[in-house]
Antibody, heavy 120, light 106 residues
Framework: EVQLVESGGRLVQPGGSLRLSCAAS????????MIWVRQAPGKGLEWTSY????????YYADSVEGRFTISRDNARNSLYLQMSGLGAGDSAIYYCARAFSSGGVVVDLWGQGTLVTVSS | DIQMTQSPSSLSASVGDRVTITCRASQDCSNSLAWFQQKPGKAPKSLIY???TLQNGVPSRFSGRGSGTDFTLTISNLQPEDYATYYCQQYYSFPVTFGGGTRVDI
């Protein structure tokens, strides 16, 4: 089955760090660009980061620039998001998503999400 | 950054109705526009890309139109499983940006 499965979300204290993982199965990760999108409770979708197929190009939203690092291990079919300096505004469900290039980055597959809660 | 504005923010409709959602971009984004469906407690699902191209497996009652700054998503013959929140997204340039969402309910 073609799917993405996120893990690593948990309760973390303000100022803390966390690493999220996204495991791909049923397809070859290196054939796709990948992004992370988050959704705060009761709110809309917010893109946070992008990484190209071989990891040579990354982009971040201003809201996470300098605090989050997106990376990938194509040999392990895995995507990661290292988060640091976490604040209450980072509390959200984090989704990884697969994308292909067609006039831009087109998302065609989403994971089920992992919940990050930042609170003391 | 390209700002995406959806309207309406919510609407009520009945099974069998034709529903149209509008998305307006603050700048020209060509046809680099996608639509997503999200049901409560679930991950988003990709419906349309390139403004009008259906993703694999998406029913033909969903259709998209537009280019430049004005786009629409139409659901013809609304089905019970279509009650959800719909988001537009531009991927013409980074940062990728989403509209605020349109909730479709009974």
């Amino acid at each position: 089955e073609v799917q993405l499965v996120e893990s690593g979300g948990r309760l973390v204290q303000p100022g803390g760090s966390l690493r999220l993982s996204c495991a791909a199965s049923g397809f070859t990760l290196r054939s796709y660009d990948m992004i992370w999108v988050r959704q705060a409770p009761g709110k809309g979708l917010e893109w946070t980061s992008y990484i190209s197929r071989f990891g040579d190009t990354v982009y971040y939203a201003d809201s996470v620039e300098g605090r989050f690092t997106i990376s990938r291990d194509n040999a392990r079919n895995s995507l990661y998001l290292q988060m640091s300096g976490l604040g209450a505004g980072d509390s959200a469900i984090y989704y990884c998503a697969r994308a292909f290039s067609s006039g831009g980055v087109v998302v065609d597959l989403w994971g089920q999400g992992t919940l990050v809660t930042v609170s003391s | 950054d390209i700002q995406m504005t959806q309207s309406p923010s919510s609407l009520s409709a009945s099974v069998g109705d034709r529903v149209t959602i509008t998305c307006r971009a603050s700048q020209d984004c060509s046809n680099s526009l996608a639509w997503f469906q999200q049901k409560p407690g679930k991950a988003p699902k990709s419906l349309i890309y390139a403004a009008s191209t259906l993703q694999n497996g998406v029913p033909s009652r969903f259709s998209g139109r537009g280019s430049g700054t004005d786009f629409t998503l139409t659901i013809s013959n609304l089905q019970p499983e279509d009650y959800a929140t719909y988001y537009c997204q531009q991927y013409y340039s980074f940062p990728v940006t989403f509209g605020g969402g349109t909730r479709v309910d009974i």
